[in-house]
């Protein structure tokens, strides 16, 4: 079982990343995935998460109207586009598989994480 994540970088403030989480080893359609992130010294923050089999979707307050998630399930991938990315916005981000796939929201429990990806807003 492995979900990768890739995408991340350093961005300028203002700036769009696009981050991907593909998946293997287990069946991906079966899954809602959440994505999270953890700044240094801070707790970990749920981000977003999308259903697998209506893909409704969630957002933390801090997000909404800036990150959009998708996914393709013919891919086995997640992704989640980032725009007027915010100094705040910088942290290492996970996604995460719930094997309640009707599951929205953050509050898991998640069977699978990935190893995450850094995310650098700064000018």
């Known amino acids: 079982v492995q979900l990768v994540e890739s995408g991340g970088g350093l961005v300028q403030p203002g700036g769009s990343l696009r981050l991907s989480c593909t998946a293997s080893?287990?069946?991906?359609?079966?899954?809602?995935i959440g994505w999270f992130r953890q700044a240094p010294g801070k707790e970990r923050e749920g981000v977003s998460s999308i259903t697998s089999n209506d893909g409704r979707t969630y957002y933390a307050d801090s997000v909404k109207g800036r990150f959009t998630i998708s996914r393709d399930n013919a891919k086995n991938t997640v992704y989640l586009q980032m725009n007027s990315l915010k100094l705040e916005d910088t942290a290492v981000y996970y996604c995460?598989?719930?094997?309640?796939?009707?599951?929205?929201?953050?509050?898991?429990?998640?069977?699978?994480w990935g190893q995450g990806t850094q995310v650098t807003v700064s000018s």
């Open positions: 995460a598989a719930d094997s309640q796939y009707w599951r929205i929201g953050v509050g898991g429990p998640y069977d699978y």
């Open positions: 080893g287990f069946t991906f359609d079966d899954y809602a």
